[in-house]
C-alpha cells in the first residue's frame, strides 16, 4: 500500500508539473516581452526584461539600427566619432518616431541607438498614454538637455566616465501639450496635481526601460530634469530608479 501511495503521489506531482509546464510555455508564446532570451521586437509590449534588452543593444550597433528601421522610426545615421574615453559608433538623430510626429526642443537631437529605441517605446507606451489620462490631449514636444558631453560623472576628475560621454543618456526638462501647455520638471514635480502626477507616472515608466533614471527625488543636481540612459548592467545588473 506505501508503494501505491508513493506511486500515486508522484503521478500527481508530474501531472501537476506538466499541466505547469503547458501553462508556463502557454504564456511564454503569448508574452515573450516576459522572457530574457527572446529577441527584442520595438512592436511589442513593454516586458519584464524589455529594459535590459535595450541597454544590450550597445554592443549590437547594426542591430539597434535594424530594430528602428523595422519600427518605422524615421531617423539620421550619425558618423562615428572618437576621442579618448569619448565618443559614439552606433548614434543617430532620430526625424520622428512614428505617425504622432512628437518634436525634440532644441531640434537635432542625438544620441545613441539604444537611448533612442529606449525614447520611441517611452513615448508610445508611456508618456502619450499619460498625457492623454492626466490632460486629455498628447504630448507635442519633449525639451532636453542635450545628450553626449565628455565629460565624468558630476564633472569630477576622479569620478567614472558619464554615459554622456559616449552619448548614452539623456537628459529631459519638460514636455509641451499639443495645446500649447508646457510641463517643466523644475517648477512642476512637487505637489499632488496633474503636472507632478505626470511627470511621476513618466518616471516610473522609464524605469522600465532604461538603465538608470535619476529625477529630483535623487538629489539636487536633478532637481531640473529626468536622467535617463543605456548602462548595460547585463540581463540581471542592477537598475536604478529613483
Excluded at 544590450?56 to 566619432?81: H, I
Excluded at 564633472?155 to 554622456?164: D, K, L, M, Y
Excluded at 523644475?186 to 532604461?210: K, Q
Aim: glycine share 12%.
Amino acid at each position: 500500500m506505501k508503494a501505491v501511495r508513493r506511486w500515486t503521489i508522484r503521478a500527481i506531482v508530474l501531472g501537476l508539473m506538466i499541466v505547469g509546464g503547458l501553462r508556463l510555455y502557454g504564456y511564454a508564446r503569448g508574452h515573450p516581452e516576459d522572457l530574457p532570451w527572446t529577441k527584442l521586437d520595438l512592436a511589442q509590449p513593454i516586458g519584464a526584461f524589455t529594459g535590459a534588452k535595450l541597454a544590450a543593444l550597445g554592443e549590437d550597433g547594426e542591430g539597434c539600427l535594424t530594430l528602428m528601421r523595422a519600427a518605422g522610426v524615421r531617423f539620421d545615421s550619425l558618423p562615428p566619432r572618437a576621442s579618448g574615453q569619448c565618443g559614439w559608433s552606433h548614434a543617430l538623430r532620430v526625424r520622428r518616431f512614428g505617425a504622432l510626429g512628437i518634436s525634440w526642443r532644441p531640434d537635432g537631437l542625438g544620441t545613441a541607438c539604444p537611448v533612442a529605441a529606449g525614447l520611441a517605446l517611452w513615448e508610445w507606451h508611456v508618456i502619450q498614454p499619460a498625457a492623454l489620462e492626466h490632460f486629455g490631449t498628447q504630448v507635442a514636444a519633449i525639451e532636453h538637455f542635450g545628450s553626449y558631453s565628455c565629460r565624468r560623472i558630476y564633472g569630477q576628475a576622479s569620478a567614472p566616465w558619464s554615459e554622456h560621454a559616449r552619448a548614452n543618456a539623456v537628459d529631459v526638462g519638460g514636455f509641451v501639450l499639443a495645446d500649447g501647455r508646457r510641463i517643466r520638471v523644475l517648477a512642476d514635480w512637487r505637489g499632488d496635481g496633474p503636472e507632478a502626477n505626470f511627470l511621476r507616472e513618466v518616471r516610473d515608466g522609464a524605469c522600465d526601460l532604461f538603465s538608470t533614471v535619476l529625477s529630483p527625488d535623487y538629489n539636487a543636481a536633478h532637481r531640473d530634469h529626468l536622467h535617463l540612459d543605456q548602462a548595460n548592467r547585463g540581463a540581471f545588473g542592477w537598475r536604478g530608479c529613483r
